[in-house]
C-alpha cells in the first residue's frame, strides 16, 4: 500500500525514511483522514477519501523542512497525476530515473519487445509522446496506451507516477494546492547548513583536547560532594581549553559575490566554534595588505608582513576564495586589478604558507569546474594542492588535513 | 476531538489537519513558521479547545535537555544534611521535578509547549529523542523510570535558527505556518477588530501588503505587527482618508513604526516614498 507513492518520494530526492512511511500509514489506519474524518465544519463525514487531505497529512507526516515542500509538491503531482507531471520530470531528472523504472516495471516478455526497438530510440520516442501527450490531454483527448498502438503502451506498464490510463483528473480542485507550488520559494537546494559545517568543525575541536591535564573540577567536586551527603568526593577533569587558533582569510567581491551566502554560513559556523579566530579580508588574491571591515578597506589597511609577524605558526591559515582570476594577477607584479602591487601575489601567498606551515584553501566553485580555470590550478600548486571544495565532504578533508 | 480553530484562531485546514493528526497519533507537531505567524499562541489556542492543561517549556540558549526531566538539588541536600534534617534519608526530596515529568505523570492527558527549540545548543534535541519516542525516561538518583500515563500533546516551535538533527525531525510531525494570504488574513483581522470599518481595513490591508513586498527589508512586518498597527489606528482614531491619500500623493502612512522595527527598515522604506513622489 503507498509503496509506490513512497519510492515516489525517494526518487525525487525527499529524505524520506521507512519510520515516517509505516507512521503515515498508521495515521491512516487510524482514521486521521478518511471518509470518517468528518467535515471542516463539525459535521460528520460524508463518506468520501479527499485528496486534499491526504496530501496535508503526508507532507505533515513525510516532509519535515519546508524547504522540501516545493520537491514534494511536485513528486506528489507526479504520482497522482501521472504522465503530465512526468513530462515536466524528464526536464529536471534525466533519462535513467525513468530507464529505471520501466526495467522494474516491465515483464520480460515486453523487455524483449522492447530491445527490438532499442532503448535509446525508445526513450526518445517516450519523450516526445509524454511532451506531445502533455498537450493533448489540455485538449481532452486519449492518453498513449489505451488505443494499444505503441510499442510501450499496450500491455499497460505502470511505474510509480507514470500512471497511464488513469482516470483523468482526479478532483480537480484538489489538484491545485499542490500545483500553485506555493513553497518555491523555501526550496534551498544548497547541501551545506550550518549544522553540519559545525559538526564538520568539530574534528579540529576534538583534537586539540588531546594531551592537556587534568584539572580539578571546582563546580563538579562541590556537586558530587553534596550529592553524597558531605562526604568529600574529588573530581577531576581533562583540562577543557580549546586551543585551536585559526587565521581566516576570505576573498570578498568580484567573483565571490556568488558565492556569498555559503561563505556567510562557514563563517558564523566557524566564529561560534572558535574562541581565537582571527579573519582578513583581501580581494582576489593576497598582496602586501588586508582589511578587517570591508567599508573602511582603503582607510583602514592591515600589512600582510604585520599579520606574519604578529599570529604564530601555531595559528592555522584557512583561505577562503574562489581563485578565480586573471593569471596575471597571481604572477606579475603590478597585476592587481586594484592597485599597483610592488611584489606578486604568488610571492605573498608563498610567505603565508612559509609563515603557517598548517594551511588549507577552501574553494567554493564547484570543484568540477577547477580544471577550467588557469588561476585555479596555478593557485593549487602554489597551495602545494591543498585546495578542497565549499562542500562538507571538502571541509572535513581540509580540517582533517589542519587536525594532523 | 477535532481541533477547528477557535474564536480568536483562524487556522487553514493545513493546521488543522497536522493538528489533528499530530493529536490522533500522539506524536509531537514541530511547527517552524515567519516570526509573529501564531506559532506558540496554537499551542494556547489548542489546549484550550481540546480543553488540555498547558504545560510550557521556554527554551533559552542556556537549557539543558535534563532541566525538562528532572534536576537533583545537590545542595539543599547538603545544607539539610549539615543541620540533620530528617528528611536528608530520602533522596526523592531532592529530586525537581521537570515539566517533562509533570507532563508525563499527569492525570489526564495534556498540552506541553517546548517553545523555541533552535535557542538551545545544537545536541539538544538529541538529547531528548527517547523521552519524545517513547515518551519515558530513567532517574538514575532513584533507579525509577518515569513513563507516560497518558502521552502529551506535545508542540515544538523553532524559529530556524540551528537546523535540528534529522534523528529527531523523523519523530515529529511538521508543519510550516505559511504567512497567510489576504484572504486569510481579513479573518484573522476580523477575529481580532470585529468592529472595524471595512474600507479602514482594506486601505489597511492593502498598505501593509505594499509594505511587505518591498525589496530588501530587514524585517518584513508579520500578523502580530499588523494586529498591533490596526490597535494604534483604532486607537488613535486615524481618518480613512489618512491611509487613502496615495492617489495624488505619496505619503508616508501613519504610525508606520508600528509596522517597521528596525530603524534601517524605516529609512529605507522613507527614502523609497520619497522616490515615488519624485516620480510623479
Redesign the interface.
Known sequence: MLIDFFYTLRSAKL?V?V??YL?LL??LQ????GPNS?K???SAGDGAYKI??FY??S???L????KH?DKFDRAFASYFKGVEMIADFTRDIPLEWLRKNLELELSAEDKEKIEKMGWDELMETLKKRFEEQKERHEGGSKWIGTGGTSPFGANGFNPQGIRIGQEKSRNKSAVKVWDQR??KD?DDTQEL????I?VALRRLRKFARLGNEEELDLADT??????N??WLDIKMVPERHNNVKVLLLMDVGGTMDEHIHRVEEMFSAVKAEFKHLEFYYFHNCVYDFMWKNNRRRFSEKFPTWDIIRKYNKDYKLIFVGDATMSPYEILQSGGSVEYNNEEAGAEWLQRLTNAFPKFAWINPEPQGVWQYRQSVSIIQQLVSQRMYPLTIRGLEEAIRLLSK | MKFQGSNTYVATPDLMLAVNAAAALKRPLLVKGEPGTGKTMLAEEVAQALRLPLLQWHIKSTTKAQQGLYEYDAVSRLRDSQLGDEKVKDIHNYIVKGVLWQAFTADQPVALLIDEIDKADIEFPNDLLREIDRMEFYVYETRELIKARHRPLVFITSNNEKELPDAFLRRCFFHYIKFPDADTMRQIVAVHFPNLKKELLAAAMKTFYEVRNLPGLKKKPSTSELLDWLKLLVAEDIPLEALQSRDDKVAVPPLVGALLKNEQDVTLFEKLVFMQRNNR
Not at chain 1, 487510524?30 to 483522514?33: N, T
Not at chain 1, 562541590?222 to 550529592?227: D, E, M, Y
Request: hydrophobic fraction near 30%.
Open positions: 529524505p525514511s519510520k515516517e507512521m498508521e495515521a487510524v482514521g486521521v483522514v468528518g471542516r465544519d463539525g486534499d487531505d496535508y497529512l507532507r505533515t507526516v516532509v519535515k523542512d519546508e515542500y506555493a513553497y523555501y547548513g550550518t549544522r553540519n559545525k562541590i556537586k558530587s560532594t553534596a550529592a551527603a558531605g
